[in-house]
């Protein structure tokens, strides 16, 4: 089984930086993608970016410019600095996992229970 355990959520105020910090533990293999979603009251989960095991990195267009992914794969940890935060980043972020299983050779998902982070004006 797989745990992912974030962290490093808060009230941050306008123009603010938060670093974010997902843990994850058990099965994972070493082919796997981490990422970052986020969402906020009313809306749907949105992808913000996602890091493979070899470090390539995709973010979302929007997110690019104030939020860096890494990841440290010998602690499998992932990691989303935000600068520059604003009121409407205000949501919860969760931690995702795309775990290759070679048995059944496909990924399966795993998920966080998210930390919130909330932006004051």
């Known amino acids: 089984q797989v745990e992912l355990v974030e962290s490093g959520g808060g009230l941050v105020q306008y123009g603010g930086s938060l670093r974010l910090s997902c843990a994850a533990s058990?099965?994972?293999?070493?082919?796997?993608?981490m990422g970052w979603y986020r969402q906020a009251p009313g809306d749907q989960r949105e992808l913000i970016a996602y890091?493979?095991?070899?470090?390539?990195?995709n973010y979302v267009d929007t997110m690019e410019d104030r939020f860096t992914i890494s990841r440290d794969n010998a602690k499998n940890e992932v990691y989303l600095q935000m600068n520059s935060l604003k009121p409407e980043d205000t949501a919860v972020y969760y931690c995702?996992?795309?775990?290759?299983?070679?048995?059944?050779?496909?990924?399966?998902?795993?998920w966080g229970v998210g930390t919130q982070v909330t932006v004051s004006s």
């Open positions: 995702n996992l795309q775990n290759w299983n070679s048995g059944y050779r496909y990924y399966v998902t795993y």
């Open positions: 058990g099965s994972i293999s070493s082919i796997n993608t």
């Open positions: 890091i493979t095991n070899g470090g390539v990195t």
